[in-house]
Every structure is written in structure tokens, then in C-alpha cells.
């Protein structure tokens, strides 16, 4: 009998083929100082807000216009809250970080390999205690440079 060889690589860098919709399952969210090489990953996320924002209206009706005129202003950055499920060690890891005003760089990553990064100082807060219920908290992040989304660097298999 004869062994064939696999490259389990290939495996591994398989992306996920959007093209029938996206399952979020496998989202992560990530975060790192400016000193840290590499991001941490945030365990036990359990949702991620949208990402993006409308851009402002700027009224530009003059009093010779019988009718209002608008163009798009800028974007605002609003804030992102993200739920995570209680884990102990998941919130003391975050703990002595938040609330201080300094800046993180975070990353977001879908299954298909979309990213998502912004930087900005983070708050937490404990979610409400009731019977036959996890403990939650929610990490909410002040955006002060983003959201920049960029696609997967490999294409997914067509």
C-alpha cells in the first residue's frame, strides 16, 4: 500500500467563497497597542456592530433656489460597541487598557478574508444580570481614525 502525500496548507489557506452570502461565523476581532508586533485576539465576540457611517448633508440652497440643494458632507466616525460573552480571563486581559485615552489599532477579519481596521481608545461595560442569561460586556471602542475595509488579498476559488 502507497501513502499519498497531502499538502495541508492548502488547506489551510482556503477562503471562504462569498458568492452565495457570508455565514459571520469565524468573525474575529482584534487589537495592539502602537508598541505590540502583532494583534491579540478579543475571545468569546459575539457581535459586531456596522461598520460605516452615511456622510453628513451640507445645505448649499441659495435664495435664488426655489428648492433645497444638499450635497455629502463628511463621514462621522461613530462609536463601535461590540458584545462579548463574560469569560473571566477575556475581560481582565482588557481591564487595566480601557478608558485611559490610548489609542489601539483593531481589526476586524471576516471568514473570507475581508478586514476591516481603525484605531481608537475603548471603554467596557458589564451587561445587565437576569436569570438564564450569560454575563455579557460590551466593548466600545471612540473611533478617531477609520473604518478603513479592504478586500481579501486572495480572491476566493470562482
Keep these: 500500500m502507497k501513502l499519498l502525500k497531502t499538502d495541508l496548507q492548502k488547506f489551510a489557506d482556503t477562503l471562504v467563497d462569498p458568492s452565495l452570502g457570508l455565514l459571520t461565523k469565524g468573525t474575529k476581532l482584534a487589537f495592539k497597542s502602537s508598541t505590540d508586533t502583532d494583534f491579540k485576539e478579543v475571545a468569546a465576540v459575539k457581535t459586531i456592530p456596522d461598520i460605516g457611517s452615511d ?6 440652497t441659495s435664495l435664488e433656489d426655489d ?3 444638499s450635497i455629502a458632507g463628511l463621514q462621522d466616525s461613530s462609536n463601535l460597541a461590540f ?3 463574560y469569560k473571566g ?3 481582565y486581559d482588557l481591564l487595566d487598557k480601557q478608558g485611559t485615552d490610548k489609542q489601539y489599532d483593531w481589526k476586524i477579519t471576516y471568514p473570507d478574508g475581508l478586514t476591516v481596521t481603525f484605531k481608537g481608545a475603548f471603554s467596557l461595560k458589564l451587561g445587565n444580570a437576569e436569570v438564564n442569561k450569560s454575563m455579557d460586556y ?3 471602542v471612540v473611533v478617531s ?3 478603513n475595509i479592504a478586500a481579501p488579498t486572495s480572491a476566493p476559488k470562482a
Design 55 to 60: 456622510p453628513e448633508k451640507v445645505d448649499v
Design 67 to 69: 428648492k433645497k440643494k
Design 83 to 85: 458584545g462579548v460573552v
Design 89 to 91: 480571563k477575556n475581560f
Design 138 to 140: 460590551t466593548i466600545t
Design 145 to 147: 481614525e477609520g473604518p
